[in-house]
């Protein structure tokens, strides 16, 4: 119903990365194995860190009731056709606002930093621990890790081209 085509285009750029993320995923766990990349047995508490893009979304109850009030509200005259395509992204990208503070606010006391956002797409770009990265897969709203360079397509997309500060480790969250 409503034109969805920024969103349905970068969910179509990171799906193609999905193979990728499980290969990644299944790279980062192996970090500390047999190769040169372990820690071995001198006992090294520096782990090394990756950095990955994030996905997260609202929940589907959320975007459902969304959908179904607007929806209602153009049924009733209340609203057009335009107006109700405008205001789903505005409300839409507020509960993607959310989710992605709800990932901050959960994933601050872990050993992963997010270094960058593009909100309206649910985008963040963080680094940390393999282990702890794997972990936010768990949380509620993650809905996939992706190279990072799937981050940049996701720049590109928002339309803003540049790094907002440089290059991508600037803003960091403890």
Known sequence: MFDDTDRRRFLQLAGTGTALSIAGCSALSNQ??????????????????????????????????????ISSR??????GRRE??????????????????RFRNRS????VSVDETITEF???LVTGEPA????????????????????????AQAGTGTPASGSGNDTQMA
């Open 32 to 69: 500390d194995g047999d190769g040169e990349a372990g820690a071995g047995g001198d006992g090294g508490t520096e782990a090394e860190m990756s950095t990955v893009t994030l996905g997260v979304q609202p929940d589907e109850e959320s975007l459902q009731e969304l959908q179904s009030e």
């Open 74 to 79: 153009v049924e009733s005259g209340e609203l």
């Open 84 to 101: 109700a395509q405008q205001e789903f992204q505005t409300r839409r990208a507020e509960l993607t606002g959310a989710a992605v503070d």
């Open 108 to 111: 601050a006391n872990m050993s």
């Open 122 to 124: 649910g985008v963040l």
């Open 132 to 155: 702890a990265l794997l972990d936010t897969l768990g949380f509620d709203g993650v809905n996939g890790l992706f190279p990072a360079s799937v981050f940049e397509e996701a720049r």
